[in-house]
T-cell receptor, first 118, second 117 residues
Framework: AQTVTQSQPEMSVQEAETVTLSCTYD???????LFWYKQPPSRQMILVIR??????QNATENRFSVNFQKAAKSFSLKISDSQLGDTAMYFC???????????????FGKGTKLSVIP | DAGVIQSPRHEVTEMGQEVTLRCKPI?????LFWYRQTMMRGLELLIY????????DSGMPEDRFSAKMPNASFSTLKIQPSEPRDSAVYFC???????????????FGPGTRLLVL
């Protein structure tokens, strides 16, 4: 079974500054995806970024980038030039990349509540 | 594409009543997932379907919960009878499996906030 741990329940950052959210996971799988989802006060779950474990290069989406360390099983999210609209819960999630008969469920961490301060 | 559509967005009901939550996945997606989010347990998978067939329902809490997918564009999650501990946000998500057998990203609907009094 997979587990995902987010050790920072809450964080805050000044507008325009950079913040890094931590995530570690435990799995015996070799092929998998990792995700960061954002959940603003509206409760909508929004995909922020995705990383495929077989790819060496860290994923980047505009102001969002990840630091993926496969050996360390670490997957942190960096938000540059933080904006007020980034205020949300951020969830790290794991999913197997392929499974003949297993479950395709997402395993989520408990989340990190990020507040961007004007 | 309109994305995953869920209805209703909010539901308030009394204990013992039947509740039906609805989901329309993204067109062309062949996987559909139902998740529940609570403060205590976080996000947890209840059940998922592939090509309208339930594959894994091990997360369904008890017999009061049932889910169906009569066709590729519609699924329901039913709670009968409802209890206060069922109060949560229920998410539907869909994804597609590529021709190579790889699972792609799950896209979530806006959720249904359920309150059982």
């Amino acid at each position: 079974a997979q587990t995902v741990t987010q050790s920072q329940p809450e964080m805050s950052v000044q507008e325009a500054e950079t913040v890094t959210l931590s995530c570690t996971y435990d799995t015996s799988e070799n092929n998998y995806y990792l995700f960061w989802y954002k959940q603003p006060p509206s409760r909508q779950m929004i995909l922020v970024i995705r990383q495929e474990a077989y790819k060496q290069q860290n994923a980047t989406e505009n102001r969002f980038s990840v630091n993926f360390q496969k050996a360390a099983k670490s997957f942190s999210l960096k938000i540059s030039d933080s904006q007020l609209g980034d205020t949300a819960m951020y969830f790290c999630a794991f999913m197997k990349r392929w499974s003949r008969a297993g479950s395709y469920q997402l395993t989520f961490g408990k989340g990190t509540k990020l507040s961007v301060i004007p | 594409d309109a994305g995953v559509i869920q209805s209703p967005r909010h539901e308030v009901t009394e204990m013992g009543q039947e509740v039906t939550l609805r989901c329309k996945p993204i067109s062309g997606h062949d996987y559909l997932f139902w998740y529940r989010q609570t403060m205590m347990r976080g996000l947890e998978l209840l059940i998922y379907f592939n090509n309208n067939v339930p594959i894994d329902d091990s997360g369904m809490p008890e017999d009061r919960f049932s889910a169906k997918m009569p066709n590729a564009s519609f699924s329901t999650l039913k709670i009968q009878p409802s209890e206060p501990r069922d109060s949560a946000v229920y998410f539907c998500a869909s994804s597609i499996r590529t021709s190579g057998g790889l699972q792609e990203t799950q896209y979530f609907g806006p959720g249904t906030r359920l309150l059982v009094l």
